[in-house]
Protein backbone atom coordinates (compact mmCIF):
# COMPACT_ATOMS: atom_id res chain seq x y z
CA UNK A 1 0.00 0.00 0.00
CA UNK A 2 1.17 3.53 -1.13
CA UNK A 3 0.09 6.83 -0.76
CA UNK A 4 1.61 9.81 -1.99
CA UNK A 5 0.39 13.36 -1.40
CA UNK A 6 1.22 16.05 -3.16
CA UNK A 7 0.31 19.66 -4.39
CA UNK A 8 1.35 21.82 -1.25
CA UNK A 9 2.71 25.17 -1.27
CA UNK A 10 3.52 28.20 -0.46
CA UNK A 11 0.35 30.67 -0.66
CA UNK A 12 -1.02 33.67 0.16
CA UNK A 13 -3.74 34.15 2.99
CA UNK A 14 -7.38 33.88 0.94
CA UNK A 15 -6.04 31.77 -2.25
CA UNK A 16 -6.75 28.08 -2.72
CA UNK A 17 -5.18 25.39 -3.27
CA UNK A 18 -5.86 21.77 -4.75
CA UNK A 19 -4.46 18.75 -2.84
CA UNK A 20 -3.87 15.18 -4.43
CA UNK A 21 -3.09 11.81 -3.12
CA UNK A 22 -2.00 8.91 -5.61
CA UNK A 23 -2.91 5.58 -4.54
CA UNK A 24 -1.57 2.24 -4.91
CA UNK A 25 -1.69 -1.26 -3.69
CA UNK A 26 -5.55 -1.84 -2.89
CA UNK A 27 -8.66 -1.76 -4.34
CA UNK A 28 -9.19 2.32 -3.77
CA UNK A 29 -13.00 2.45 -4.36
CA UNK A 30 -13.42 0.06 -1.82
CA UNK A 31 -12.60 2.35 0.94
CA UNK A 32 -13.27 5.23 2.51
CA UNK A 33 -10.05 7.78 2.88
CA UNK A 34 -9.71 11.15 5.15
CA UNK A 35 -7.52 13.83 5.11
CA UNK A 36 -5.74 14.32 8.38
CA UNK A 37 -3.08 17.99 8.90
CA UNK A 38 -0.74 18.53 11.41
CA UNK A 39 0.41 22.17 12.36
CA UNK A 40 4.00 22.39 12.70
CA UNK A 41 4.91 21.31 16.28
CA UNK A 42 1.14 20.62 17.25
CA UNK A 43 -1.37 17.74 17.24
CA UNK A 44 -3.51 15.62 14.46
CA UNK A 45 -6.72 17.31 13.61
CA UNK A 46 -8.82 15.15 11.45
CA UNK A 47 -10.43 17.31 8.52
CA UNK A 48 -12.41 15.20 5.88
CA UNK A 49 -13.39 12.15 4.63
CA UNK A 50 -15.32 10.54 1.68
CA UNK A 51 -16.58 7.10 1.27
CA UNK A 52 -15.53 4.37 -1.04
CA UNK A 53 -17.85 5.43 -3.65
CA UNK A 54 -17.60 9.05 -3.02
CA UNK A 55 -21.23 9.44 -2.62
CA UNK A 56 -20.70 10.19 0.80
CA UNK A 57 -18.84 13.57 2.34
CA UNK A 58 -17.70 14.82 6.10
CA UNK A 59 -16.07 17.72 7.25
CA UNK A 60 -14.76 19.13 10.15
CA UNK A 61 -16.13 22.12 11.48
CA UNK A 62 -13.06 23.94 11.42
CA UNK A 63 -13.17 23.76 7.75
CA UNK A 64 -16.64 23.16 6.69
CA UNK A 65 -17.12 25.36 3.26
CA UNK A 66 -13.80 26.21 2.51
CA UNK A 67 -13.12 22.82 1.65
CA UNK A 68 -14.42 19.43 -0.59
CA UNK A 69 -13.36 16.19 -0.59
CA UNK A 70 -13.25 14.49 -3.95
CA UNK A 71 -11.89 11.23 -5.85
CA UNK A 72 -11.23 9.61 -9.23
CA UNK A 73 -12.03 6.02 -8.57
CA UNK A 74 -10.44 5.15 -12.05
CA UNK A 75 -6.98 7.45 -11.71
CA UNK A 76 -6.66 5.65 -7.88
CA UNK A 77 -6.76 9.56 -6.78
CA UNK A 78 -7.66 11.79 -3.86
CA UNK A 79 -8.32 15.42 -3.37
CA UNK A 80 -8.92 18.07 -1.34
CA UNK A 81 -10.06 21.53 -2.62
CA UNK A 82 -9.09 24.15 -0.39
CA UNK A 83 -10.30 28.03 -0.52
CA UNK A 84 -10.05 31.19 1.44
CA UNK A 85 -6.50 29.96 2.86
CA UNK A 86 -5.56 31.32 6.35
CA UNK A 87 -2.40 31.37 8.41
CA UNK A 88 -3.99 28.81 11.06
CA UNK A 89 -4.52 26.59 8.04
CA UNK A 90 -0.63 25.88 7.79
CA UNK A 91 0.24 22.61 8.18
CA UNK A 92 1.28 18.70 6.85
CA UNK A 93 -2.09 17.70 5.37
CA UNK A 94 -1.51 13.65 5.20
CA UNK A 95 -4.25 11.09 3.50
CA UNK A 96 -4.99 7.96 5.41
CA UNK A 97 -6.78 5.15 4.30
CA UNK A 98 -10.02 3.69 6.25
CA UNK A 99 -9.96 0.62 7.92
CA UNK A 100 -13.10 -1.18 6.78
CA UNK A 101 -16.41 0.43 7.71
CA UNK A 102 -14.97 2.49 11.08
CA UNK A 103 -13.01 5.41 11.20
CA UNK A 104 -9.36 3.40 11.49
CA UNK A 105 -6.45 4.90 9.62
CA UNK A 106 -4.75 2.04 8.84
CA UNK A 107 -2.30 3.42 6.03
CA UNK A 108 -1.39 7.25 5.69
CA UNK A 109 1.07 9.03 3.27
CA UNK A 110 4.30 11.02 3.86
CA UNK A 111 2.29 14.61 3.85
CA UNK A 112 2.18 17.60 1.46
CA UNK A 113 2.94 21.05 3.81
CA UNK A 114 0.73 23.80 3.06
CA UNK A 115 2.08 26.90 4.20
CA UNK A 116 -0.16 30.34 4.70
CA UNK A 117 1.67 33.42 4.23
CA UNK A 118 1.92 36.75 2.81
CA UNK B 1 -15.92 19.07 18.22
CA UNK B 2 -13.13 19.17 21.17
CA UNK B 3 -10.37 16.77 20.95
CA UNK B 4 -10.11 13.91 23.00
CA UNK B 5 -8.02 14.74 26.09
CA UNK B 6 -4.55 12.88 27.12
CA UNK B 7 -1.69 13.45 28.94
CA UNK B 8 0.91 15.45 27.74
CA UNK B 9 3.12 13.51 28.78
CA UNK B 10 4.22 10.26 30.48
CA UNK B 11 7.93 8.36 30.97
CA UNK B 12 9.37 5.19 32.13
CA UNK B 13 11.88 2.96 32.42
CA UNK B 14 13.23 0.65 30.03
CA UNK B 15 11.29 -2.61 30.71
CA UNK B 16 8.23 -0.57 32.79
CA UNK B 17 4.85 -0.34 31.92
CA UNK B 18 3.12 2.72 31.41
CA UNK B 19 -0.73 3.96 30.75
CA UNK B 20 -1.97 6.66 28.37
CA UNK B 21 -5.47 8.14 29.12
CA UNK B 22 -8.01 9.59 26.23
CA UNK B 23 -11.32 10.96 27.71
CA UNK B 24 -13.97 12.03 25.40
CA UNK B 25 -17.71 12.02 25.41
CA UNK B 26 -20.93 9.86 24.81
CA UNK B 27 -20.61 11.48 21.86
CA UNK B 28 -17.74 10.16 20.78
CA UNK B 29 -15.33 7.38 23.07
CA UNK B 30 -18.04 6.73 25.23
CA UNK B 31 -20.97 5.68 22.78
CA UNK B 32 -18.88 4.00 19.93
CA UNK B 33 -16.37 0.84 19.83
CA UNK B 34 -14.03 3.21 17.28
CA UNK B 35 -11.54 3.76 19.18
CA UNK B 36 -8.03 3.93 17.55
CA UNK B 37 -4.37 4.69 18.93
CA UNK B 38 -1.30 6.25 16.30
CA UNK B 39 2.06 6.06 17.29
CA UNK B 40 4.17 9.03 15.64
CA UNK B 41 8.18 9.10 15.85
CA UNK B 42 9.85 12.93 14.98
CA UNK B 43 9.68 13.73 11.41
CA UNK B 44 7.53 10.53 10.61
CA UNK B 45 4.09 9.67 9.40
CA UNK B 46 1.64 8.79 11.89
CA UNK B 47 1.25 4.31 12.63
CA UNK B 48 -1.81 2.07 13.65
CA UNK B 49 -0.68 0.03 16.76
CA UNK B 50 -4.43 -0.40 17.89
CA UNK B 51 -8.46 -0.42 16.11
CA UNK B 52 -11.89 -0.75 17.84
CA UNK B 53 -10.67 -0.13 21.26
CA UNK B 54 -8.73 -3.18 21.53
CA UNK B 55 -7.19 -4.91 18.38
CA UNK B 56 -3.83 -5.01 17.21
CA UNK B 57 -2.88 -4.72 13.21
CA UNK B 58 -1.20 -8.05 12.31
CA UNK B 59 2.54 -8.02 12.83
CA UNK B 60 1.87 -5.34 15.97
CA UNK B 61 4.15 -6.44 18.99
CA UNK B 62 1.95 -7.30 21.80
CA UNK B 63 3.68 -5.12 24.16
CA UNK B 64 0.99 -2.45 23.06
CA UNK B 65 -2.34 -3.52 24.65
CA UNK B 66 -5.52 -0.85 25.01
CA UNK B 67 -9.20 -0.85 26.29
CA UNK B 68 -12.12 1.02 27.34
CA UNK B 69 -14.28 2.15 30.14
CA UNK B 70 -17.08 4.38 29.77
CA UNK B 71 -15.83 7.77 28.14
CA UNK B 72 -11.99 6.76 28.95
CA UNK B 73 -10.22 4.62 26.38
CA UNK B 74 -6.39 3.72 27.63
CA UNK B 75 -3.21 2.29 25.87
CA UNK B 76 -0.87 0.83 27.29
CA UNK B 77 2.75 -0.49 26.83
CA UNK B 78 4.46 -3.00 28.58
CA UNK B 79 8.30 -3.92 28.83
CA UNK B 80 9.44 -0.60 27.42
CA UNK B 81 12.14 -0.15 24.97
CA UNK B 82 13.54 3.12 23.81
CA UNK B 83 11.90 2.48 20.31
CA UNK B 84 8.87 3.55 22.29
CA UNK B 85 9.72 7.01 22.89
CA UNK B 86 7.16 8.52 20.36
CA UNK B 87 4.24 10.59 20.25
CA UNK B 88 0.77 8.43 20.40
CA UNK B 89 -2.49 9.56 19.54
CA UNK B 90 -6.03 8.29 20.19
CA UNK B 91 -8.75 8.93 17.73
CA UNK B 92 -12.62 8.59 17.84
CA UNK B 93 -15.55 8.40 15.55
CA UNK B 94 -17.68 11.21 16.82
CA UNK B 95 -21.44 11.51 15.83
CA UNK B 96 -21.04 15.35 16.08
CA UNK B 97 -18.11 15.81 13.61
CA UNK B 98 -16.99 12.43 11.91
CA UNK B 99 -13.33 11.73 13.61
CA UNK B 100 -11.74 13.62 16.47
CA UNK B 101 -8.19 12.82 17.80
CA UNK B 102 -6.66 13.21 21.49
CA UNK B 103 -4.48 15.94 22.30
CA UNK B 104 -1.53 13.85 21.90
CA UNK B 105 1.06 11.63 24.45
CA UNK B 106 5.10 12.42 24.43
CA UNK B 107 6.54 8.75 25.53
CA UNK B 108 9.62 9.56 26.64
CA UNK B 109 11.90 6.38 27.71
CA UNK B 110 13.94 7.48 30.78
Known amino acids: VQLLESGGALVQPGESLRLSCAVS????????MSWVRQAPGKGLEWVSA????????FYADSMKGRVTISRDNSENTLYLQMSSLRAEDTALYYC????????????WGQGTLVTVSS | QSALTQPASVSGSPGQSITISCTGT?????????VSWYQQHPGKAPKLIIY???NRPSGLSNRFSASKSGNTASLTISGLQAEDEADYYCASYASTSGSVFGTGTEVTVL
Open chain 1, 96 to 107: AKHLGGGRTFDF
Open chain 1, 25 to 32: GFTFSSYG
Open chain 2, 26 to 34: NSDVGGYNY
Open chain 1, 50 to 57: ISGGGDRT
Open chain 2, 52 to 54: DVS
